[in-house]
């Protein structure tokens, strides 16, 4: 899996901090708790994330997914 591959413009969340890469992402992603990794919009999103890694998936549809659900958690 390739979780080094980079988003073509970095995410800024709100506290400042900056997802550049797949492994920022899923960084995030972990440490939210359990309840809030198994909602809707982050069912939807991992599994997209998970494909751009692994098999050089579409990082930009990878990239929206993450943003509506960064959105959706009021990260953004």
Do not use: C, N, Y
């Not at 400042?16 to 890469?21: P, S, V």
């Amino acid at each position: 899996m390739s979780w080094s591959r980079k988003f073509v413009t970095p995410i800024t969340l709100s506290d400042g901090r900056r997802l550049k890469t797949l492994r920022d992402a899923a960084a995030v992603i972990v440490s939210l708790s359990d309840r809030r990794q198994l909602s809707d919009v982050w069912q939807r999103a991992v599994p997209v994330l998970v494909a751009a890694a692994s098999s050089g998936g579409d990082l930009e549809t990878a990239q929206a997914k993450l943003a509506d659900a960064l959105k959706t958690e009021g990260l953004l």
